[in-house]
């Protein structure tokens, strides 16, 4: 017996029994979300400051956003430096990442858990080494780097002292960092593939950019773009490398949005300031995952009604 | 003495001990006497001085039997720990190592216990430095002020100095300058040699303004007057850009290459490898430069009075304040006090520079310590902290920090013009202010 749902007793009280089991999950996770970003809205909205060992809270209203938007010149160089850090670092990622993972899937057995190691090795390595051992290898006076160069007569580049390069010199440590995370899930994705369908694939190519063009990246599209939007995500939450090899200079070359944020908010304590910074970022990551996904689902709409043509 | 004491039964040795530090404290500490005093727990940071800082902890617990237990943390994690600590309900610590840069926080917040509150008529032991009254806070006038509440005792007295590397100097036929047209024809002539830097400046942006502070004092300039009517802006005047002047030519004419980028550990660094032929830089830094393990100079580095100009000669104050806060109980309070009182002894404060710190008396100089020339840096030293000054004596002091660094950063890497940097240093440091609720006063841009 069905009612005007097209739906049994049966099928109801299963349904009930799923909502009712998911509630306090869903209810917690809410609450954990949702939470730290309305207190984050309320502080934003006031000037908290410290009197005879109490806090005061004055609301100010949207003065904090009037103040970031029309005086806060080293949190927009940071907006800047981020743009462009998270463009070129997610890029290079991606590719080499890629490439990476496919290198290995055509290793033998002995090269591959080889391989494997190798590239993995930067991402166990925690942060605060490798500051550590970036700061001594770009080093001006006693870097390795320029100590290869100075054995080949050229150099020394100041790589964290040159306003010019120091961002550059950022990036290319992000790039060692992380790219070992987007070889990883480009290796599972890899390895999940469908052996069939590839093999018939090959069948149709002349050639390995032909397969890697017209099989390989479609069928990856999916682990490409859960990759990507990983990424563009972390990307903008770069920190501890500016924190430990140059905090925001020379001049505001290397200033990145957290680093701004930590700033205010941790060593000048400036609360309602620091919030409001928080929640123009995170609704601009948001914006920017948003734009992302819509770029990519039409660029896969696209792609899918040529192939219906063809 | 200390020896002798130990073999008596403990309660005759605590009383020998509260007796020899009545004596030697009756002129400040009154009543306060260490001993039979409950735990406490002192909030302290890594640092190169903390090994001697122990030492004097591990000497008090011998001499009183009290106890101390230090939660040592990063310096960049410390700040966080003493936030939490002093507003909460009730303090987790006794006892707070504050940095000099935080001062003006935590006493306008009302963390800490006046020291006079405590215990009636506190008043620090003769000879103590107090770094630009910085010990003393006036809460009407919301600075630091010699006639304000004393809030705490210097724990490490980390001023900055002039370090010159005597090799160098012996080989080019240099001598002490006292002058900064000295320090420049120093440089000139080093770097002329082209074996080390001639002078380094450390002018990243974390470092450039406690950096900066001697120049632009020395010079006669200051950031800003503190008023009853609010404050008057003053970095870009014509004293100020004779001192930005005189240090953006050291910097990029006589240093590294990128002295932008140029922060304390960079600095150390090139003192250390004999680099650098002269630098302004903490007296912190000293046990580190005369310790075989870590540097190539040891005995080749000397420690002199920081140049003089048209305002004479100032260092800035870098120094630690020991603070009790206002959230423990009295009995911890006072077994707080207890500590800082015994700390200011002048044969503690010997038995601290011996055991590689940094004294917080200025009457160690010129005596036999002095003479010793493993502690050759004590009159440079103590004659750089009677002169030190605290550039940003307002609690928006770390807001202020972070802006003007940027601006004089600028200067040094060629951005702007040192007038272009004072201006909007000005102009940042107003809009700070007045978005604080200062009257603010500037006058015109360069």
């Known amino acids: 017996m069905t009612n005007m749902h097209g739906m049994t007793p049966t099928q109801r009280s299963n349904r009930r029994w799923i909502t009712v089991s998911l509630l306090p999950a869903i209810t917690i996770f809410a609450l954990l979300s949702a939470f730290p970003v309305f207190n984050l809205i309320g502080l934003s909205l006031f000037k908290v400051s410290w009197e005879e060992g109490k806090a005061v809270y004055d609301f100010v209203g949207l003065s904090n956003y009037k103040y970031l938007f029309t005086e806060e010149e080293i949190y927009w160089a940071g907006v800047r430096n981020t743009l462009v850090f998270s463009v070129t670092v997610v890029t290079f ?218 | 003495m200390f020896d002798q004491t130990k073999k008596l039964p403990k309660m005759t040795r605590r009383a020998v001990n509260g007796l020899a530090l009545a004596a030697l404290l009756s002129t400040s500490a009154g009543a306060v006497l260490a001993a039979d005093q409950p735990t406490i727990r002192l909030a302290i940071n890594q640092s190169p001085w903390l090994d001697s800082f122990i030492a004097m902890v591990d000497k008090y617990e011998d001499e009183t039997g009290n106890k101390i237990e230090l939660d040592v943390s990063p310096y960049a994690g410390l700040l966080e720990k003493v936030r939490n600590s002093v507003r909460g309900a009730e303090g987790e610590f006794d006892l707070l190592n504050i940095n000099s840069l935080w001062l003006s926080e935590i006493y306008s917040g009302g963390f800490l216990a006046p020291l006079g509150e405590l215990s009636d008529g506190y008043a620090l032991a003769d000879g103590v430095l107090t770094y630009g009254d910085t010990v003393s806070w006036n809460a009407d006038s919301n600075t630091f002020a010699a006639d304000g509440a004393l809030m705490g005792v210097p724990l490490n007295g980390n001023v900055q100095v002039l370090y010159y590397n005597t090799e160098i100097y012996a080989g080019l036929g240099l001598t002490e300058p006292t002058t900064w047209a000295e320090v420049q024809s120093n440089a000139d002539a080093i770097q002329a040699a082209g074996d080390a830097y001639g002078f380094v400046t450390r002018s990243g942006r974390k470092s450039i303004v406690y950096n900066f502070t001697p120049y632009l004092f020395s010079h006669g300039g200051s950031f800003f007057e503190v008023g009853a009517d609010g404050i008057n802006v003053t970095i870009n005047s014509s004293e100020g850009l004779a001192a930005l002047d005189t240090y953006v030519g050291l910097a990029t004419q006589s240093g590294p290459p990128s002295p932008g980028a140029v922060e304390q550990g960079d600095l150390i660094q090139l003192l250390s490898t004999g680099r650098a032929g002269q630098a302004i830089a903490v007296i912190g830094a000293w046990g580190g ?8 100079v040891v005995g080749k580095l000397n420690a002199a009075l920081i140049p003089t100009g048209a305002g004479g000669s100032a260092s800035s104050a870098g120094h630690w304040v020991g603070g009790i806060p206002a959230n423990i109980s009295p009995e911890r309070q006072q077994a707080a006090l207890a500590f800082l009182t015994w700390f200011q002894g002048k044969d503690v404060q010997t038995a601290y520079v011996q055991a590689g710190g940094v004294p917080v008396r200025g009457d160690l100089a010129g005596g036999a310590l002095s003479a010793n020339d493993t502690y050759r840096f004590i009159d440079a030293y103590s004659a750089n902290a009677a002169n030190a000054v605290m550039g940003l004596p307002v609690p928006e002091a770390s807001e202020i920090s972070s802006a003007v660094a940027l601006q004089l950063n600028r200067a040094v890497i060629g951005e702007m013009t040192s007038a272009e940097a004072l201006n909007a240093a000005a102009a940042d440091i107003a809009t700070i202010m007045e978005r604080e609720g200062y009257t603010v006063t500037r006058g015109d841009d360069l």
């Open chain 1, 93 to 310: 990622q991606m590719a080499l990442g890629f490439t990476m993972a496919l290198a290995v899937m055509r290793a033998g057995s002995i090269g591959r858990p080889l391989l494997t190691g190798v590239f993995l090795l930067p991402i166990v390595i925690p942060p605060i080494v490798i500051g550590t051992m970036w700061r001594l290898i770009l080093g001006r006076e006693f870097g390795l780097f320029n100590q290869i160069l100075d054995f080949f007569g050229a150099g020394p580049i100041d790589w964290l002292g040159n306003p010019d390069l120091a961002l550059g010199a950022i990036m290319f440590v992000d790039i060692w960092h992380w790219t070992p995370f987007v070889f990883l899930l480009m290796l599972a994705g890899l390895e999940g593939l469908d052996e069939e369908v590839l093999e018939a694939g090959r069948i149709d190519v002349r050639s390995f950019w032909q397969e890697l063009r017209h099989v390989l990246v479609p069928m990856m599209l999916p682990t490409i773009v859960i990759t990507m939007v990983f990424r563009i995500i972390l990307s903008f939450k770069v920190f501890d490398e500016v924190y430990l090899l140059t905090s925001g200079g020379p001049g505001t070359s290397t200033e990145v949005v957290n680093f701004s944020i930590y700033r205010v908010f941790f060593a000048q304590d400036r609360v309602g300031d620091g919030s409001a910074m928080s929640l123009v970022t995170l609704v601009a990551v948001a914006g920017v995952i948003v734009v992302a996904n819509l770029v990519i689902k039409l660029a896969r709409r696209r792609a899918s009604h040529s192939e219906d043509e063809s």
């Open chain 2, 289 to 296: 430069l005369e310790n075989p393990e870590k540097s190539a």
